[in-house]
């Protein structure tokens, strides 16, 4: 049995700055591609930014790129979203996502096996 547990959102004003983790338990963690995904009131679900099994190859949606980053510790079973330069439309429940072997851009929800139950980040204008 996988899990995934988030941690670290919060509430932070805008143009601040808030790093995302994601604990892995069960399986193999180093075969998984892993994915952070956002989804605000209203809307779809979103891919925000994906790395894969080897932390080699990263992609992110084009809204985030440049503010957000991407990064694994496969010793540590963790995967992390550093987000600088926050802005009001950032605001959404932040889900981790694992899928065996994917590649970073896979942007597909039905590719992902696990999720994670969701870190709210709200950003104040």
């Known amino acids: 049995q996988v899990q995934l547990v988030e941690s670290g959102g919060g509430l932070v004003q805008a143009g601040g700055s808030l790093r995302l983790s994601c604990a892995y338990s069960g399986r193999t963690f180093i075969r998984y591609g892993m994915a952070w995904f956002r989804q605000a009131p209203g809307k779809e679900r979103e891919f925000v930014a994906g790395?894969?099994?080897?932390?080699?190859?990263?992609s992110y949606t084009d809204s985030v790129k440049g503010r957000f980053t991407i990064s694994r510790d496969n010793a540590k079973n963790t995967v992390y979203l550093q987000m600088d330069s926050l802005k009001p439309e950032d605001t959404a429940v932040y889900y981790c996502a694992a899928g065996l072997m994917v590649a970073a851009g896979t942007r597909r929800l039905n590719e992902y096996d696990y999720w994670g139950q969701g870190t709210q980040v709200t950003v104040s204008s």
């Open positions: 790395i894969s099994w080897s932390g080699g190859g990263t």
